[in-house]
């Protein structure tokens, strides 16, 4: 896709997003180095990130795998939730990937 801008600019954007990017993640590591003992309420709120990230990753390749909302016929959803379900029991991640996959292509190939 061609555009106006030059070399210079791109790179210049490029480099100025890094530094930014850079001092965000810096600030966090010099604010946790001065302060002796973090407080009770961050370190709750920070157990809740990871698995907020993952399911922002996950859950759209779950409810729209074409790009649109497919609830109807969605057989990666009732995977997803079959999944879901074992890993709420069992606790165990080989039976909820083995689980997912076989209720996967089972819905999908009808096997």
């Given amino acids: 896709m ?3 801008y030059g070399p210079v600019s791109i790179w210049g954007v490029v480099v100025a997003l890094g530094l ?3 001092g965000i993640r810096a600030s966090f590591i010099y604010l946790f180095g001065r302060v002796d003992d973090v407080p009770d309420r961050v370190t709750s709120a920070l157990r809740f990130v990871p698995p907020a990230v993952f ?3 996950a859950v759209p390749a779950f409810v729209a795998p074409a790009g649109s909302v497919a609830v ?3 057989e ?3 995977a997803g ?3 879901g379900g074992v890993a709420w029991y069992v606790d165990d991640v080989f039976a909820t990937i083995l689980a997912g996959m076989a209720a996967l292509w089972l819905f999908r190939f009808g096997l």
Avoid: S, Y
């Fill in 72 to 74: 109807i016929g969605n």
């Fill in 81 to 83: 939730i079959v999944a």
């Fill in 2 to 4: 061609p555009t106006d």
């Fill in 20 to 22: 930014a990017t850079f």
């Fill in 76 to 78: 990666r959803l009732v």
């Fill in 55 to 57: 399911a922002a990753l």
